[in-house]
């Protein structure tokens, strides 16, 4: 089979009215977020991609207008390539149905979709949904994932999720209900794309690999007791081969390294 490329882009985070006070201080202090997307997006204008995965917090806590211009960012640059989303605890579920899918709906539930692209199936479950910063997959979702996985196209599946099942740091990761862990193990979910962390990974759970990504808003390191915010910013280049497998590495756009602020984990 014909070798697929893809970009895995997370944590955007642009900038909207409603922001956070943080958010609004990396824009102003730092680089505004939307400078950092339109420069990866122009780099991946020349990739020839086959499509593009973007894991949530798209727009931090935006309306749909916001959606709306995010969306046409990407048209502008990557005309034709299909996205793909997950979203985040800082999207808001209306107004991406809005804006990004132009959808007229007040709907703010659970965001789930299936698409196929060139025989991959890609699932997106809305992991913040019940569980914000921590995240969770309720029955609901393992629900629409099985019945998803029921009809296997060529290439198998992928999942797409905000947070990662895996991580640097233990107290950073995910815990997958049993029954998440026991889909994986019937073999039709070939990876998962994840985000959230800001900062890029690469594990594996019930023997399939887990890819996350870092983000274009600004960096965390994860160490063992906090997360430092830092200036830095990365995407995720990824290929499937014609054998089956995934592979991904990081694209880090890393100025000097400049210290945000520090969370302790306890805090």
Same mark, same amino acid.
């Given at each position: 089979?014909?070798?697929?490329?893809?970009?895995?882009?997370?944590?955007?985070?642009?900038?909207?009215?409603?922001?956070?006070?943080?958010?609004?201080?990396?824009?102003?202090?730092?680089?505004?977020?939307?400078?950092?997307?339109?420069?990866?997006?122009?780099?991946?204008?020349?990739?020839?991609?086959?499509?593009?995965?973007?894991?949530?917090?798209?727009?931090?806590?935006?309306?749909?207008?916001?959606?709306?211009?995010?969306?046409?960012?990407?048209?502008?640059?990557?005309?034709?390539?299909?996205?793909?989303?997950?979203?985040?605890?800082?999207?808001?579920?209306?107004?991406?149905?809005?804006?990004?899918?132009?959808?007229?709906?007040? !709907?703010?539930?659970?965001?789930? &979709?299936?698409?196929?692209?060139? *025989?991959?199936?890609?699932?997106?479950?809305? #992991?913040? =949904? %019940?569980?914000?910063?921590?995240?969770?997959?309720?029955?609901?979702?393992?629900?629409?994932?099985?019945?998803?996985?029921?009809?296997?196209?060529?290439?198998?599946?992928?999942?797409?999720?905000?947070?990662?099942?895996?991580?640097?740091?233990?107290?950073?990761?995910?815990?997958?209900?049993?029954?998440?862990?026991?889909?994986?193990?019937?073999?039709?979910?070939?990876?998962?794309?994840?985000?959230?962390?800001?900062?890029?990974?690469?594990?594996?759970?019930? !023997?399939?690999?887990?890819?996350? &990504?870092?983000?274009?808003?600004? *960096?965390?390191?994860?160490?063992?007791?906090? #997360?430092? =915010? %830092?200036?830095?910013?990365?995407?995720?280049?990824?290929?499937?081969?014609?054998?089956?497998?995934?592979?991904?590495?990081?694209?880090?756009?890393?100025?000097?390294?400049?210290?945000?602020?520090?969370?302790?984990?306890?805090?």
């Amino acid at each position: 089979m014909e070798e697929i490329r893809f970009a895995h882009v997370s944590d955007t985070h642009i900038v909207a009215a409603g922001s956070s006070a943080f958010i609004h201080r990396v824009q102003r202090e730092v680089r505004d977020p939307l400078e950092n997307l339109a420069e990866c997006l122009a780099a991946l204008s020349c990739q020839n991609l086959d499509f593009l995965l973007l894991t949530g917090d798209l727009i931090h806590e935006g309306e749909a207008e916001d959606y709306r211009r995010y969306r046409a960012l990407f048209h502008r640059y990557l005309p034709g390539v299909s996205l793909c989303c997950a979203l985040g605890n800082h999207d808001r579920r209306a107004a991406f149905r809005q804006g990004f899918l132009d959808q007229q709906t007040l !709907d703010e539930g659970p965001y789930l &979709a299936c698409a196929q692209v060139k *025989g991959l199936q890609i699932i997106s479950l809305d #992991s913040p =949904y %019940t569980d914000g910063m921590r995240g969770g997959l309720p029955a609901d979702q393992l629900n629409y994932l099985a019945r998803q996985l029921e009809n296997q196209p060529p290439r198998g599946s992928i999942v797409l999720m905000h947070n990662p099942s895996v991580a640097q740091q233990p107290w950073g990761a995910m815990v997958p209900p049993e029954e998440y862990r026991a889909i994986l193990r019937q073999g039709g979910v070939k990876a998962v794309f994840a985000g959230h962390l800001h900062s890029a990974y690469y594990g594996w759970l019930e !023997d399939v690999p887990q890819f996350t &990504a870092g983000s274009l808003a600004f *960096g965390i390191d994860m160490e063992p007791d906090a #997360s430092v =915010y %830092t200036n830095c910013y990365s995407y995720n280049m990824c290929r499937l081969d014609g054998q089956g497998r995934f592979s991904a590495w990081p694209v880090v756009v890393d100025p000097a390294r400049r210290v945000l602020q520090v969370k302790r984990i306890d805090e």
